[in-house]
């Protein structure tokens, strides 16, 4: 090519190196901006309880220090907010547990059909206490995911937990496992349905950023830390799996989570590679 046509393609190519870095600062730029966002969040969240167990100490020490009754009731809303920065703590423990491994894929073989029924089970007493009943669907035939067997189930618990904290006026939860074999390769596909009040569509984009919550005090008041659906969202990522929400105003919520099925080679293949 003549030096002129040369020239003009490098010409023409610096601006597009000079915008590629622009870009991958920008990009760089909003993790630094989300990591420090999360860092106010979460400190937040942890100084409100704490500013409440701080204010109930000293109430206990001055004013409430002869009122039997008074310090029954303060210790009890204390324990409450202990409980509650414990939670979130292990929730935040949990949330950096499973980014650390985010690239790791998981590679053993596990039937989630034979999983929800467990974790139902265990809920069964929360349900009932909530006046909650939870059905359960699987299919005659086994299915298998690849997965991390403790992060499947902390993610059918957190779903579910939810379903019942939101959708308990449904008085219904339906938690079911199905084979997907309508497209090239088979899906197993984990519905959870509520048929609460829902989730205003506005809010469907933001729902599984960590804190965000529809209504604080709703959630406060179920014990909830805003980090559960960030945790599913990450649990599903890391086992490659896809997560939709649906929701109809008055008539429930939907969170339905696609994974590939495990077959015998899909899980010797996984295995070579390592
Ligand atoms: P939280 O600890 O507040 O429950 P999550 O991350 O689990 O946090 O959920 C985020 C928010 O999404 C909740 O605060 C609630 O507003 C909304 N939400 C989650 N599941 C449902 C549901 N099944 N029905 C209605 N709203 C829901």
Do not use: W
Request: hydrophobic share 40%; with cysteine.
């Amino acid at each position: 090519p003549p030096a002129g046509a040369g020239a003009a393609a490098a010409a023409q190519g610096a601006p597009d190196a000079v915008l590629l870095t622009f870009r991958d600062l920008t990009q760089q730029r909003r993790v630094e901006q989300m990591r420090a966002d999360f860092v106010a969040n979460a400190s937040h969240e942890l100084r409100t309880p704490l500013a409440s167990l701080s204010g109930f100490i000293e109430t206990l020490m001055g004013p409430a220090r002869n009122d039997p009754a008074a310090r029954d009731r303060f210790l009890g809303i204390m324990g409450a907010q202990a409980r509650r920065m414990s939670r979130l703590i292990d929730d935040l423990l949990s949330l950096s547990r499973i980014e650390l491994n985010a690239h790791v894929r998981p590679e053993v073989q596990v039937e989630l059909g034979t999983i929800v029924a467990h974790v139902c089970e265990a809920l069964a007493p929360l349900a009932h206490e909530r006046g909650v009943e939870i059905h359960v669907t699987r299919p005659d035939e086994p299915a298998c995911v690849l997965g991390e067997r403790d992060e499947l189930i902390r993610l059918i618990e957190n779903l579910v937990e939810n379903a019942m904290k939101y959708g308990a006026s449904g008085k219904r939860v339906d938690v079911a496992v199905e084979i997907e074999k309508s497209g090239e390769a088979p899906l197993i596909v984990l519905a959870v349905r509520d048929y609460g009040p829902g989730i205003p569509p506005e809010h469907l984009p933001r729902l599984t950023e960590r804190f965000y919550r529809v209504d604080i005090a709703a959630s406060r008041e179920q014990g909830g830390t805003g980090l559960g659906l960030a945790i599913v969202k990450h649990i599903v990522a890391r086992h490659r799996g896809r997560l939709t929400i649906e929701s109809r105003p008055a008539d429930g919520a939907i969170f339905t989570v696609r994974f590939d099925r495990a077959t015998e080679s899909t899980k010797k293949h996984n295995i070579s590679k390592h």
